[in-house]
């Protein structure tokens, strides 16, 4: 599968753990975004990393949010301490260079308890 | 702030009609517009790219580009049940993001 991967599809956290979520980028795309959907609303940007660069990270709350994206291996958003308000989809996209079109993988739908 | 602005719907359309779905955007500056389509519970999948002044058609989709009045819009022919769907309209203006609008739900009857 070309496409980007997100995993876990599914992932359901207590409050106060932690949760990490991995993305693989389309082959051959070096840009990755990470965007939020809560329910009945739009998409909005979180983060936008090249391999081991952070480019843009104003969307991403100031606190408990971190993103990377290593010279080897996924792109990881982890959430630290997840409350209530955490719970949501959070999509990972693709790009073969920036302002371009994004490839959007399948999300990871978290659910805090 | 950036800002791209859809009417949220839903937008319904008889089975065989045409749907248009439009969009606003705040940036002047922005260069490089897109549709995505979402179903409920799935992730965006890309439609449309458009990048100048006009339409750009694509089978039963034709995008259509106003910079001077800061709209795009979205023209789908011969609608079917299967587009019903939330189509979202992104725009760049040469940063490094999509800003993307909330989406307009259509709905098509059969």
């Known amino acids: 599968n070309a496409g980007v991967m997100q995993n876990p599809r599914h992932l359901v956290r207590r409050r106060g753990q932690e949760a990490r979520l991995r993305c693989s980028p389309m082959k051959g795309h070096s840009h990755v975004y990470w965007y939020r959907q809560l329910p009945e609303e739009g998409l909005k940007f979180m983060v936008y990393l090249q391999k081991e660069n952070i480019i843009d990270e104003s969307g991403m709350p100031k606190e408990r949010f971190s993103a990377e994206f290593p010279k080897e291996g996924p792109s990881i958003l982890r959430i630290q301490q997840v409350v209530r308000g955490d719970s949501a989809a959070y999509f990972c996209?693709?790009?073969?260079?920036?302002?371009?079109?994004?490839?959007f993988g399948e999300g990871s739908r978290l659910t805090v308890l | 702030q950036k800002e791209v602005e859809q009417n949220s719907g839903p937008l319904s359309v008889p089975e065989g009609a045409i749907a248009s779905l439009n969009c606003t955007y705040s940036d002047r500056g922005s260069q490089s517009f897109f549709w995505y389509r979402q179903y409920s519970g799935k992730s965006p999948e890309l439609i449309m790219s458009?990048?100048?002044?006009g339409d750009k058609e694509d089978g039963r989709f034709t995008a259509q580009l106003n910079k001077a009045s800061q709209y795009v819009s979205l023209l789908i022919r011969d609608s079917q049940p299967s587009d019903s769907a939330t189509y979202l309209c992104a725009v760049n203006a040469g940063y490094s993001t999509l800003t993307f609008g909330k989406g307009t739900m259509l709905l098509v009857s059969p």
């Open positions: 996209a693709s790009s073969p260079g920036q302002g371009q079109e994004l490839f």
């Open positions: 458009i990048y100048s002044n």
